[in-house]
Every structure is written in structure tokens, then in C-alpha cells.
């Protein structure tokens, strides 16, 4: 069982940057593949980044190509985004998610947290 709880959503301007935490609990995370994904009002949740369990591999959407970036923290049990030069398409829920390996279903979801960028 993973817990997971998202934080540093926000208000930016575009152009800014903001940079995305989601705190895990539970043993096994260390060993999950981790992601994130986002939701805008009336899209469908979409894919932006994820990390193979040992952060040595990594893959990103297209639209956050050399925008963004994901890392973990496997001693700390935290995985991040970076998000830079903002851009008002990018304003979303953010979700951390979980999977046991790459390629598996994301099992386990935290609630979000709000990005807004304003133009």
C-alpha cells in the first residue's frame, strides 16, 4: 500500500516556474515506478512525466519536453517536478501517481494539487 500527498501548487505568471512535491508513505514505494499526471476543466487527465523506481529513467509528454523535470528521492520518499517557463496550458490539477513497475497500471493516487499560471 502507497499513501501519497501532493503539494506546491499555486499561482504563477506565465513564463514562472513552480516546482511540484508528492510526499509517499508505505513501504514499497521505493520500489514503484512514479508519475504525474494532470487534469484541466472538462479535458481528460493526461500523462506528463514519470520515473522508473530507481529515478534512472525517465520519460515526459511532449508538451513538457525540456520544460519540466522529474526526480525522487527514494531516502525521503518524495518524488518532484520542476516546472519551468510556464505557460498558460499547462494550468491543471496535478496528481502523483503509483505503479509497481513501468508498464503496470497506476494503482495508487493522491488528491491533486491546483496549478493555475496566469497569462
Known amino acids: 500500500q502507497v499513501q501519497l500527498v501532493e503539494s506546491g501548487g499555486g499561482l504563477v505568471q506565465a513564463g514562472g516556474s513552480l516546482r511540484l512535491s508528492c510526499a509517499a508513505s508505505?513501504?514499497?514505494?521505493?520500489?514503484?515506478?512514479m508519475a504525474w499526471f494532470r487534469q484541466a476543466p472538462g479535458k481528460e487527465r493526461e500523462f506528463v512525466a514519470r520515473t522508473s523506481w530507481s529515478g534512472g529513467s525517465t520519460g515526459y509528454a511532449d508538451s513538457v519536453k525540456g520544460r519540466f523535470t522529474i526526480s525522487r528521492d527514494n531516502a525521503k520518499n518524495t518524488i518532484t517536478l520542476q516546472m519551468n517557463s510556464l505557460k498558460p496550458e499547462d494550468a491543471a490539477v496535478y496528481y502523483c501517481?503509483?505503479?509497481?513497475?513501468?508498464?503496470?497500471?497506476?494503482?495508487?493516487w493522491g488528491q491533486g494539487t491546483q496549478v493555475t499560471v496566469s497569462s
Open positions: 508505505g513501504r514499497s514505494f521505493r520500489t514503484y515506478a
Open positions: 501517481a503509483a505503479a509497481p513497475n513501468m508498464g503496470t497500471a497506476w494503482t495508487y
